[in-house]
């Protein structure tokens, strides 16, 4: 019963918000297959979906605070979201004066990213969907292989604070998405389901075909140590963590209609 | 027969005293065994570790009895000092490069607590290689910004350990300055001495090359060639040297706590002007005396210790020399106190030595005999430029910064500046003896180089028309007239 009236207004929140979430544009990405990070031989099929072109901001999640208060700050489960959810926001309808409305949300847990975008009538990326798309330049759908690709993300990974910076103001790329390098970490619908363990030496030992981590020899995409580091991020993750780097943003499939 | 008779004797009774000697050490063995086996031993109360940022260590443990011991460590991204001008975004454990120190006993309860800073981009973790346990504690310590991992171990063998960040990409994290010492000391503590320091090396690996300006990004292709661009002590060019140097007084006893980070280079740790008298080899039981150079292994320690006898700068280098004098890995400690003359004499004294002929003589003679045309600028240019490389950049470095406190600066140099007929005597004939160089006092020795007045003219002006200088056209002319 409780999951059906917490249905009943999703839908009833998502027809209010569709309006705002067309706003919030989307474009479309072709499927296709590719290998990731952690595949040894098999590649991966991806289908068409659509991406929001930008992570969700501050004053969309406002929004989204104000018209569903179990995930104001005070009010959210602790089970849901850890002490550090919305940690730098002033107060449950307020988020300070130092931040700015079209910066990312950060510092919200999965659960929330999760139903943010339920309420859209959308769903977070898988893992394979979130890479895929983000291995485009802005020339090329699969840029893996460039160095200079390489070397923008490694060296944002190692800028302190991006967080703090608007949306749009990195790169758009090959599909037309932005901010997917550059500005926060994000989640994705399945972000524990390859696990780069603690011990992340060992995970290229046994039998398991996962082989992330210190003992790189075996992955099939050396140079691209960025894509380790955001196994490894989500491999530390747990869904109630709030995390001031992390944001997220949505994707919806295509319906084909077969009439 | 009597004799095979005394010799069966003679037989069994070296048996007997072979059988008591085992007898004695398999007892003496147990007994040792059950006095220290770490994993029995009780602990008494709990307090929190002492940390230390280097080169400092905290307090011995003495006579303590083991103990739970809580440690806690933060882990901060955080923008530094490399060299002068020149920053990087290092990774550490505490702020620092190397993290802070950690002392323990033989069988104490280490409570870690490991925090990472909600500013951080990365998860991080930590393998302490005292810990007998998988991964060192890495997997038990994998921890997301924000957050903090609490695990526990108890410190079973005494030694010193290195500690590092394992979490992927391994090499990357330690790269970036993820690692520090753990001290285990065995029951009763290590010897009192009357100094103690924690040094550690590190290699590191920046997009631009050794003295290139500015914020400098992690280099992933040089780090795989292990071509370093600085391999420094204490995390930055210039970490134990000028404000930073060790210091001791004649007649101390120094003990340094000398780690490896790596990630990619052995050290050969030495220390100019004195020998060891003890090394705990590889930072274990082993003791070497009277040792000139060490070996620490990437991912390895050394107890080093020696009684200072004469005062001056001892100077501590990496002897794989070239990363000493070009690549950052040098210190100096500075000993301070009576001249004993008994231990060193110093220079007594310096007279002409002349055996009638030399090669040099020789060359000169040839030198003086051709009349080489006067080079254009440019070409001047070019080749003092190669000259300087060959003879001059391994002190006064590729950008003419000097050394601090060794070499003096070429870089807007007052005393460069000030007199060309002088400049021109130090590079034919050498200079010793105390200068003062923008403020700065040097007292050491340039040898007389050996190049042609053309070569002298060519470097000179290389030198004057480079790194803000003022711009003096020297000439083959000039330098002949100096004598």
């Known amino acids: 019963m409780k999951t059906l009236t917490r249905l009943a207004f999703c839908i009833a929140i998502m027809i209010t918000s569709q309006a705002h979430s067309q706003s919030g544009s989307m474009v479309e990405v072709k499927g296709g297959e590719f290998i990731p990070l952690y595949g040894t031989k098999t590649e991966v099929p991806v289908k068409d979906f659509r991406m929001d072109v930008y992570p969700v901001t501050n004053a969309e999640f406002l929004k989204f605070v104000e018209e569903n208060p179990r995930w104001r700050k005070s009010q959210v489960k602790k089970l849901f979201a850890d002490d550090n959810y919305l940690r730098n926001w002033k107060n449950d309808l307020s988020f300070g004066d130092d931040m700015m409305p079209n910066s990312p949300v950060t510092n919200v847990s999965w659960f929330a990213a999760k139903n943010y975008c339920e309420c859209q009538g959308k769903r977070l990326p898988t893992v394979d969907e979130w890479e895929y798309v983000a291995m485009a330049n802005e020339t090329s759908p699969d840029a893996r292989e460039e160095k200079s690709y390489n070397q923008f993300i490694l060296s944002w990974y190692e800028t302190p604070n991006t967080y703090k910076n608007t949306i749009g103001n990195t790169f758009r790329n090959y599909w037309g998405v932005s901010d997917l390098h550059g500005l926060v970490w994000e989640w994705t619908s399945d972000f524990n389901s390859v696990m780069i363990g603690g011990e992340s030496r060992q995970d290229s030992t046994g039998d398991n075909n996962l082989f992330c981590g210190g003992a790189a020899v075996g992955a099939t995409d050396l140079m691209n140590y960025a894509a380790f580091m955001r196994y490894a991020f989500r491999g530390s993750m747990k869904a109630k963590y709030s995390i001031k780097n992390l944001g997220f943003r949505c994707v919806q499939d295509i319906e084909k209609s077969e009439l | ?483």
């Not at chain 2, 052995?266 to 040792?291: C, P, T």
């Not at chain 2, 923008?438 to 790194?467: C, F, R």
Request: net charge negative; hydrophobic share 40%.
């Open chain 2, 1 to 483: 027969m009597k004799n095979f008779k005394n010799s069966k004797r003679s037989i069994v009774y070296v048996f007997f005293l072979a059988a008591l000697v085992a007898g004695l050490f398999t007892s003496c063995e147990k007994a040792v065994a059950a006095k220290e086996n770490p994993e029995l031993m009780k602990v008494y109360g709990e307090s929190e570790a002492e940390m230390t940022a280097p080169p400092m260590v905290p307090r011995p443990v003495g006579k303590r009895a083991a103990t739970k011991l809580v440690v806690n460590m933060e882990v901060v991204e955080k923008e530094m000092e490399m060299s002068d001008g020149v920053t990087y975004v290092y990774w550490t454990f505490d702020g620092t490069v190397p993290g802070s120190f950690i002392r323990t006993r033989v069988g104490d309860e280490i409570e870690f607590h490991l925090k990472n800073h909600p500013d951080s981009k990365l998860p991080h973790n930590i393998d302490l290689h005292a810990v007998t346990g998988p991964g060192g504690g890495a997997e038990s310590s994998f921890v997301a910004p924000g957050h903090e991992a609490v695990f526990t171990f108890k410190t079973m063998n005494p030694g010193l350990y290195v500690y590092h960040c394992a979490t992927a990409p391994v090499g990357m994290h330690i790269a970036n300055g993820m690692y520090g010492l753990i001290l285990v000391e065995p029951e009763g503590g290590l010897e009192p001495v009357d100094k103690e320091y924690y040094v550690m090396q590190g290699d590191f690996y920046t997009e631009g090359e050794n003295g290139e300006r500015g914020l400098q990004a992690f280099s992933m292709d040089k780090a795989i060639d292990e071509d370093a661009d600085y391999v420094v002590f204490n995390g930055k060019v210039g970490g134990l040297t000028g404000d930073n140097a060790l210091t001791a007084k004649v007649g101390e006893t120094v003990r340094l706590f000398v780690g490896n980070g790596g990630p990619n280079l052995v050290s050969s740790f030495h220390v100019i002007g004195e020998i060891f008298d003890k090394v705990y080899v590889e930072g274990g039981a082993m003791i070497n005396e009277n040792v000139q150079t060490t070996l620490i292994p990437a991912g390895g320690a050394a107890i080093v210790e020696f009684k200072v006898e004469v005062p001056g700068n001892l100077v501590l280098v990496d002897h794989s020399i070239f990363r000493a004098f070009n690549k950052g890995a040098l210190g100096i400690l500075k000993v301070e106190g009576e001249e004993n003359e008994k231990v060193f004499g110093g220079k007594i004294e310096e007279k002409i030595y002349n055996p009638g002929t030399s090669v040099s003589e020789v060359a000169e003679e040839t030198n003086d005999g051709e009349q080489v045309a006067e080079m254009s600028m440019a070409d001047k240019m070019e080749r003092g430029k190669q000259i300087y490389t060959q003879n001059c950049l391994a002190c006064h470095q590729a950008t003419g910064a000097g050394i601090p406190n060794a070499f003096p600066p070429l870089a807007e140099s007052d005393y460069l500046n000030a007199d060309v007929h002088r400049a021109i005597e130090v590079v034919k004939f050498g200079l010793t003896g105390e200068i003062e160089v923008n403020g700065n006092a040097y007292n050491s020795a340039m040898p007389k180089q050996n190049i042609s007045d053309e070569d002298v003219a060519a470097v000179l002006t290389y030198v004057y028309n480079n790194w803000g200088n003022n711009k003096t056209e020297v000439t083959q002319k000039m330098v002949k007239e100096v004598k």
